[in-house]
């Protein structure tokens, strides 16, 4: 059960996240978007915090490695390494 509610709060993370598109469209004043931009950062931030302390310390490396521009860059230099003993 903790795990169903540790990767609904990630995913709930990324809507709030995504729900930042829409802020500059509100019909509201500057501060009051700056207002709700900021809550949308903050709660998305607590959302995936409490998200991964649920669903603990392994899945959030997991998560970052997969994210983490450094290993893109790993990543695609082992792709391409690959190829060229291939060929």
Partial sequence: ??????????????ALYALLLAVPFLPAGSSGKAGAAAAL?????????IGGLLLG?????K?????????????KS??????KEQT
């Fill in 78 to 83: 082992a792709e391409t390494q690959g190829e």
């Fill in 63 to 75: 998560y970052r490695r997969f994210l983490s521009p450094a290993a893109w860059a790993k990543r």
């Fill in 57 to 61: 310390r392994e899945v959030i490396k």
């Fill in 41 to 49: 950062v903050i709660a998305g931030e607590v959302a995936f915090w």
């Fill in 1 to 14: 059960m903790a795990k169903r509610i540790g990767i609904f709060c990630i995913v709930l993370s990324f």
